[in-house]
């Protein structure tokens, strides 16, 4: 290595190391803040009903991070003080391999937690190992209750957690967590240029060119495009907004898979002409990558990035005013519309659990919009949440990101995932092929063709075709 090659290397390695040490810095400041806001609201606390004849031990299971254990833990101190004869415990594990964990442990019918907290994109897996029970009859013992989180949770998010999906299922979990797969933008720098939001994908690759500026170190597109899941649901995100579906229909006669079509075709070539403007973390970036690149400034647009409150906080970024979210755009094909995909966490009674009564009095505490107590949803916000209830989200709008999860919530979302127990294996094979396409390991053809053969077998394997 010449002097001038090792001045280089040197000076990068130095500034990688200073910005970890800043991302560490406004880490522990932003838990610091999170923890004072969540403190103010215990203390300040008062309960308008009791209810001491509940009585028990739950044990929570779930991934630790801002919008997983932070939030229940944000939400016991309250709960507590409406149940004083529960004990909550928490069961918290690195997210790394939670859900791994967890169905291994739903397999052998484990009863050493009662409720866990987890995407609902596992339901389909969890529910085929007979880990889970209906919540219906739960439910329908608080009719007003009941009625008010139906009516607060947007039907599109809470049909998630019905087995079978969709408004025929029965709940089989309730949720206080909403996410989705939007746009991000600088609202400032779209401004400064003169560019609307993009509401087409024609206009989304026009406007990236436009702020593509690497000499200044601005990106005019990012994505979380990392090969497998985490670019599958990118893949799958702009085949929804051109007109595709998985199959042609998902019912007995059908499951064929549809993604060697039109809609297929139009959604690799936009996600190809938009790599041209990509920063270059997108290749091998997740959720988090892409949120630093927004927090730095480095990133000005993201037609489809996964949602986080976390650009909301100001210890976090000094862009937290000027990065907005809207809905993603649109594309040409038959069925095109401006739909983002929906995520999103929530609890369900593990069969197998001891304590059904008391785990049920957690849940639906946790779940709670304003009609029970605003101090619940304004304890997760806190906490660093993402509330899926309107009552809480119309409060919160002062967050960017909640006023753009309150728009793109209702607007005829779909899910990210469909709900078969196969999903997640199709979700990171489609990502696997839209990778090898962009990144030049297959004619767009070949990769397309893979994605219907791939899943094909897949769904042969599980018995779909009779």
């Given at each position: 290595?010449?002097?001038?090659n ?22 522990r ?35 630790e ?34 859900f ?24 389909p ?10 919540i219906?009859?739960?439910?329908n ?35 206080s ?5 939007l ?7 779209l ?7 993009p ?20 990106y ?14 990118i ?22 898979p549809a993604f ?7 959604a690799?070539?936009?996600i190809?002409q ?17 949120n ?7 990133a000005a647009?993201?037609?489809?990035c ?39 966490l ?21 779940n709670?919009g304003?009609?029970t107590?605003?101090?619940i ?5 806190a ?18 990101f ?14 990210y ?21 962009v ?28």
């Amino acid at each position: 290595m010449n002097n001038d090659n090792h001045e280089a290397y040197r000076h990068i390695v130095e500034q990688v190391a200073h910005d970890r040490r800043q991302w560490l810095s406004r880490r522990r400041l932003l838990q610091a803040s999170s923890a004072a806001a969540v403190a103010a609201i215990a203390a300040t606390y008062q309960p308008r009903e009791v209810f001491a004849d509940v009585k028990g031990t739950v044990t929570l299971y779930f991934a630790e991070g801002k919008r997983w254990g932070d939030t229940q833990r944000a939400v016991q101190p309250l709960f507590n003080k409406v149940y004083p004869n529960v004990e909550v415990r928490f069961a918290g594990q690195p997210i790394a391999d939670f859900f791994q964990t967890v169905m291994a442990r739903m397999s052998v019918k484990t009863p050493d937690f009662d409720v866990t907290y987890i995407d609902w994109g596992r339901f389909p897996g969890l529910h085929a190992v007979d880990a889970m029970i209906s919540i219906e009859d739960f439910i329908n013992q608080d009719a007003a209750w009941r009625d008010d989180y139906l009516a607060d949770v947007p039907r599109p998010v809470s049909d998630l957690y019905r087995i079978p999906s969709g408004s025929g299922g029965q709940l089989h979990g309730l949720t206080s967590d909403g996410n989705a797969a939007l746009t991000f933008y600088r609202k400032d720098v779209l401004d400064q240029k003169g560019i609307a939001v993009p509401a087409t994908w024609d206009e989304a690759i026009e406007a990236s060119k436009a702020l593509h500026d690497p000499s200044n170190g601005v990106y005019g597109h990012i994505s979380n495009f990392q090969r497998g899941a985490w670019a599958g649901t990118i893949f799958w995100g702009v085949h929804a907004t051109c007109g595709g579906w998985w199959f042609d229909k998902m019912e007995p006669g059908g499951w064929n898979p549809a993604f060697a079509t039109d809609a297929g075709y139009e959604a690799l070539r936009i996600i190809e002409q938009l790599m041209k403007y990509a920063h270059p973390v997108s290749f091998n970036a997740t959720e988090d990558e892409v949120n630093k690149a927004f927090a730095s400034g480095a990133a000005a647009y993201g037609p489809l990035c996964w949602g986080t409150a976390v650009l909301n906080d100001p210890t976090f970024t000094d862009l937290h005013e000027v990065i907005n979210f809207d809905l993603p755009p649109a594309g040409k094909s038959p069925g095109a519309a401006r739909k983002a995909q929906m995520g999103g966490l929530g609890h369900m009674l593990n069969k197998h659990g001891a304590n059904h009564d008391a785990a049920w009095a957690w849940m639906k505490f946790f779940n709670s919009g304003d009609f029970t107590d605003p101090a619940i949803g304004d304890a997760i916000v806190a906490a660093g949440g993402q509330p899926a209830r309107n009552s809480t989200l119309s409060r919160h709008t002062d967050r960017n990101f909640l006023a753009g999860l309150a728009k793109v919530m209702p607007a005829n979302p779909v899910g990210y995932l469909m709900q078969i127990p196969e999903a997640n294996a199709i979700q990171a094979l489609m990502g696997e092929e839209a990778a090898d396409f962009v990144n030049g390991q297959k004619d767009i053809d070949a990769a397309l063709k893979s994605m219907d053969d791939r899943v094909r077998r897949l769904m042969e394997d599980g018995g779909y075709y009779g």
